[in-house]
């Protein structure tokens, strides 16, 4: 396949695609989305060894999810073992989910009302804090 395909062209399409797909657990399933970009992977660089496959999928998780996933495997690790962690992790906790999600999700109603008075009200505070008197602590005068 490579021999067929390796014109530049491919080998950049390829390389996009790898590059744009990262895991969001809210919309991507663990092994279809795993095994899609191991096989992107493997159809570029055939000798790569498959402990860096896993490292250079994993980084395309995110940050803590990565670090979830490499805390839970050996370098010996198989794709089956990485994927079941990769499962668990996103099912059980909220990493590697949206973070407009987890916004939406932690908010009330009472701090969505105060961020709209406190846009209205900005403007009133800059004001008031001109007209306060600095004094001294110690002495209580306004001339040091």
């Known amino acids: 396949m490579i021999n067929k395909l390796a014109n530049d062209a491919w080998r950049f ?13 809210d919309k991507d399933k ?40 490499k805390s839970m495997t050996t370098e010996q690790s198989s ?10 992790v996103t099912t059980r906790t909220r990493i590697g989910s949206s973070r407009a999600n987890l916004k939406t999700r932690f908010t009330t109603p009472w701090e969505d009302s105060v961020d709209k008075n406190s846009k209205e009200n900005s403007n009133n505070v800059k004001y008031k804090s001109a007209n306060i008197i600095r004094k001294c602590h110690i002495c209580q005068s306004t001339t040091h």
């Not at 399409?13 to 657990?25: D, G």
């Not at 498959?50 to 979830?68: P, S, T, V, W, Y």
Request: hydrophobic fraction near 40%.
């Open 79 to 88: 794709v089956k073992d990485i994927i079941n962690k990769l499962q668990k």
């Open 30 to 69: 663990a092994l279809p989305w795993f095994c899609q970009q191991k096989d992107r992977l493997t159809a570029l660089y055939s000798e790569m060894s498959e402990f860096m496959i896993h490292r250079k999928i994993l980084r395309q998780c995110g940050g803590d999810l990565d670090n979830a996933i």
């Open 13 to 25: 399409k390829v390389e996009t695609a790898f590059e744009s797909s990262k895991f969001n657990a």
